[in-house]
């Protein structure tokens, strides 16, 4: 069963690596961002302050502009390739998606039939949060996802307008 809700999110600092990655690239792309980004968090002893995550810039095609990182609370100096960044504040719909990342689009589904029913739409971008280690649990159904979505409310035109 999905979570699915809509909240008001606070801004959170980020260190990171951005690039345009192919999808078929992408797991290799987070592992060396991971890594990369907490050795630059080592060398000036700034700590993660939660679960890693992946921002996506935008739909993805046969490639995807993605941001791969941790949330920090101290302040980062960029360093190499690894920025600074934020994920930012506001509305958004979170769902949490149980099991194997290959099944996370009828997450997605849920998530976009949620915002319609809500008269919401998506605002731009969006980030998944992966709140269990592949590593520690291989077992691809105890994986945990978040996925955080910042919505708008869409134009409405009302049957009762003034034309005048």
């Known amino acids: 069963m999905t979570s699915i809700r809509i909240i008001e999110g606070t801004e959170q600092p980020t260190a ?6 192919r999808m078929d690239d992408l797991a290799s792309f987070f592992s060396r961002a991971f890594h990369d980004t907490l050795e ?11 679960a890693p995550f992946g ?43 149980v099991g194997p990342y290959k ?13 319609s029913e809500a ?19 291989p077992d691809p159904q105890h994986l945990l996802t978040r996925i955080c979505w910042p919505v708008t409310k869409t134009a409405t035109t009302s049957k009762h307008e003034d034309r005048r």
């Open 40 to 50: 630059a968090l080592q060398e000036q002893g700034v700590s993660a302050s939660g």
């Open 119 to 137: 008269n919401l739409a998506p605002a731009g971008l969006m980030w998944e949060s992966y709140l269990s280690d592949p590593t520690t649990d």
């Open 55 to 97: 921002k996506y810039y935008g739909t993805p095609t046969e490639t995807v502009d993605v941001e791969a990182g941790y949330p920090i609370v101290t302040h980062f100096v960029p360093t190499r390739n690894v920025i600074s960044g934020m994920l930012p504040a506001g509305r958004r719909l979170e769902a949490t998606h």
């Open 16 to 21: 990171g690596i951005r690039e345009r990655v």
């Open 103 to 115: 099944t996370i689009g009828s997450t997605y589904a849920d998530a976009a039939r949620l915002m």
